[in-house]
């Protein structure tokens, strides 16, 4: 991979015959477009794939959550990258082909120095509702305000789709109701969510809050 300064057009993205041309990090960036293999995956390959795939789709999901997250996090490196590698490292549990996800330890934002309140807690209602509620901590030393922004994603782990929270949620909005679609019901759903500051340049760790199996 290598660097290119743009001409008068200005930079491109895309494909121009065998060279691949993207901006990464802010610097525009070129390779050669990778040569398609006729050989049969190996089972190291196949392995290696399951596993990157896991880690890709729930980032994918979560895009936003970890843009905010993991913002500001040392090194060349962009939040999906710092999310995935972790996920790869340390929240891929069982054996290929039947990898599985340890939902309960994965966390979409770094260790920071808002605190995340007490009281966190999930619960199903009808109608494909969930109600998330939680309470403001207020004691000395730890950093919390109703102005704090609230992020969260509710992933069905049956079908691989997710819901998040809408822009403008805050601390102070608990409890809070999200709808699902009715082609959630009867299938599990992972809960987590994370506080930030409002200009994003604090954040909370995040809390897993169950999973829990959506009523008619």
Known sequence: MGTYKPGVFGPFNGRVGDVVA???????????????????ASIL??????????????????????????????????PANIFTKQVLNNYITGAYPDYVLDYPNISFSRDGNLGLG?????????????????????????????TDKVHILLYNSDKHKSVKSADGLTRGDSPVTLYVPGSFVGDQV???????????????????????????
């Open 22 to 40: 993207a901006r990464w990090k802010d610097v525009n960036v070129v390779k050669n477009r990778p040569a398609k293999s006729s050989k049969p």
């Open 118 to 146: 007490t009281k966190l807690s999930v619960q199903v209602l009808p109608e494909q509702t969930l109600e998330l509620t939680w309470v403001m901590d207020t004691k000395p030393g730890k950093v919390t305000d109703a």
């Open 190 to 216: 992972h809960c987590w969510l994370f506080f930030s500051s409002v200009k994003n340049k604090e954040v909370s760790p995040t809390a897993y809050l169950g999973v829990v199996t959506i009523l008619i």
């Open 45 to 78: 390959q196949k392995d290696q794939r399951s596993r990157f795939g896991l880690g890709t789709t729930l980032a994918g999901h979560a895009a936003d959550m970890i843009n905010v997250g993991f913002r500001g996090m040392p090194g060349n490196v962009t």
